[in-house]
C-alpha cells in the first residue's frame, strides 16, 4: 500500500466540488460491474487469513463457492456516492509516471466520517481500474475500528480489521483471496 503514496505526484490538481450536483466514486457500482463482467467464469482463490502475530491459516476455495456477500459488506460500508457526501471530502486528482497512472483521492474533510480515504488508480492507456484502497474508523462506543481494504482487479482482495476495545487486546485481522486464473 505505501507504494501507492510514495509515488512521485505529478500534475496535481485539488477542487472544491461542494456546488456541484452529482456524486462520487461509487464502490457499489463497481463491484456490480465486476460481478457482472466476471459472473460464471470459474477460477480458483487462495484464502489467507492471519489474526494478530499468530499463524496464517490459508485454504483454497472456488469463485462459485466463495461468500462473496461478507467480502463486498466490508466495501459496502465505505460508499461515498450519496449526493450528502458532497463536499465532505477534499478530492485530489494526479498522475503517477512511474506506473503510468492516473489517481483520484478523496480525503474526509470531518472527522466522524466512516470513510477516510479512497484512492482509485486507473491505468493512464487502457483506462481500467488497476487498484482500489480505501481507510475507514469508526468508534461503536465500546471500541475503536480501523478497516483498510485493497482491491486489484482479478488479482487480490485484502481486507485489514483492527479493533481496539475499551477493555481486553487489540485484535488485527487480516484476510486475503488471491485470484489464481
Same mark, same amino acid.
Given at each position: 500500500m505505501a507504494v501507492l503514496f510514495s509515488s512521485c505526484k505529478e500534475d496535481s490538481n485539488t477542487e472544491d466540488f461542494s456546488d456541484i450536483k452529482g456524486n462520487y466514486f461509487s464502490v457499489r457500482q463497481y463491484a456490480l460491474?465486476?460481478?457482472?463482467t466476471f459472473y460464471g467464469e470459474p477460477f480458483l482463490i487462495v484464502k489467507t487469513v492471519r489474526v494478530n502475530d499468530g499463524p496464517y491459516d490459508s485454504s483454497y476455495t472456488t469463485s462459485d463457492t466463495l461468500n462473496w456477500g461478507k467480502i463486498f459488506e466490508e466495501f459496502f460500508k465505505?460508499?461515498?456516492? $450519496? +449526493?450528502?457526501?458532497?463536499?465532505? !471530502? @477534499?478530492?485530489t486528482q494526479f498522475d503517477d509516471k512511474q506506473d503510468d497512472t492516473h489517481n483520484f483521492f478523496y480525503e474526509a474533510l470531518e472527522e466522524d466520517l466512516y470513510t477516510r480515504q479512497l484512492l482509485i488508480s486507473i491505468n493512464m492507456y487502457t483506462k481500467k481500474v488497476k487498484g482500489i484502497y480505501i481507510k475507514a474508523a469508526?468508534?461503536?462506543?465500546?471500541? $475503536? +475500528?480501523?478497516?483498510?481494504?485493497? !482491491? @486489484?482487479?482479478?488479482?487480490?482482495?485484502?481486507?485489514?480489521?483492527?479493533?481496539?476495545?475499551?477493555?481486553?487486546?487489540k485484535v488485527h485481522t487480516v484476510s486475503e483471496w488471491e485470484f489464481i486464473r
Open positions: 460491474d465486476q460481478w457482472n465505505t460508499e461515498i456516492s $450519496d +449526493r450528502k457526501y458532497l463536499g465532505k !471530502y @477534499k478530492f469508526g468508534n461503536s462506543g465500546m471500541d $475503536d +475500528r480501523e478497516v483498510k481494504l485493497y !482491491y @486489484k482487479p482479478m488479482k487480490r482482495i485484502q481486507v485489514q480489521v483492527t479493533e481496539t476495545p475499551t477493555f481486553g487486546e
